[in-house]
């Protein structure tokens, strides 16, 4: 996988735009509504990457089991792991880690409208 195809993967979750707050070889992608990032593709040392938050247990986990998922370049070493996206790793289970980001770091609803819901 490089990084364009992950981009266009994270384009079709809901509210989410790209961004490029460092340099244009550095993507992010943001929920609209709270401008969260919830994943950070670059390329580095030649491989394609994606820094994507992780709930810290299953972050550790992952870690052991995956040659190619490291702990986060330049962010939060317990809450961001770093996923090379050309190595061994399939894209379904790429796919799954930016769903777990995604869900971590989208806007909270409101206890209002959760009761307004019901």
């Known amino acids: 996988m490089n990084q364009q195809q992950l981009i266009d ?4 979750y809901p509210g989410v735009y790209e961004d490029h707050p460092f340099d244009p070889s550095w993507t ?13 593709i670059y ?12 709930d810290p247990m299953r972050a550790a986990r992952l870690r052991d089991l995956h040659d190619d998922i490291k702990p ?7 809450h961001w ?7 061994e790793l399939e894209q379904e289970d790429i796919f799954d ?3 777990h ?4 770091t989208r806007p909270k ?3 209002k409208r959760q009761q307004a819901d019901f």
Request: with cysteine; aromatic share 8%; glycine share 8%.
């Open 97 to 99: 880690l930016v769903r």
């Open 28 to 40: 992010v992608m943001r929920h609209g509504a709270n401008k969260k990032s919830f994943a950070f």
């Open 101 to 104: 980001s995604f869900e971590l």
């Open 72 to 78: 986060g370049y330049h962010m939060n070493k317990e």
């Open 9 to 12: 993967h994270c384009l079709t």
């Open 81 to 87: 792991n770093t996923v090379i996206l050309d190595g």
């Open 43 to 54: 390329v580095r040392e030649g491989h394609h990457c994606a820094n994507l938050k992780c």
């Open 109 to 111: 609803i409101s206890k």
